[in-house]
């Protein structure tokens, strides 16, 4: 269950945030669990806001390299 950082991504999330998004709501919407290289593929066509990849970010003695490689995921997705 969601709580702790660095566990799994539960899918589902995705679907919920298509559905409020499809509400044309006015609400900033930040995704903050899980989100990562390997998750960033699924996250970004949901129309999110904004994500927040804390463990991907601190994975290794490199955060400036994975936010660069995070937001080059996201860019090239963002232009579709």
Same mark, same amino acid.
């Given at each position: 269950?969601?709580?702790?950082?660095?566990?799994?991504?539960?899918?589902?999330?995705? &679907?919920? +945030?298509?559905?409020?998004?499809?509400?044309?709501? @006015?609400?900033?919407?930040?995704?903050?669990?899980?989100?990562?290289? =390997?998750?960033?593929?699924?996250?970004?066509? &949901?129309? +999110?806001?904004?994500?927040?990849?804390?463990?991907? @970010?601190?994975?290794?003695?490199?955060?400036?390299?994975?936010?660069? =490689?995070?937001?080059?995921?996201?860019?090239?997705?963002?232009?579709?």
């Amino acid at each position: 269950y969601p709580g702790k950082q660095g566990q799994a991504f539960i899918p589902k999330t995705l &679907t919920r +945030i298509k559905e409020f998004k499809a509400k044309e709501t @006015t609400h900033f919407v930040e995704l903050d669990g899980a989100v990562n290289l =390997d998750t960033l593929p699924d996250i970004v066509p &949901t129309d +999110i806001d904004a994500v927040c990849p804390g463990s991907a @970010t601190w994975k290794n003695d490199n955060p400036k390299k994975n936010v660069a =490689d995070m937001q080059k995921i996201i860019h090239s997705l963002a232009e579709k």
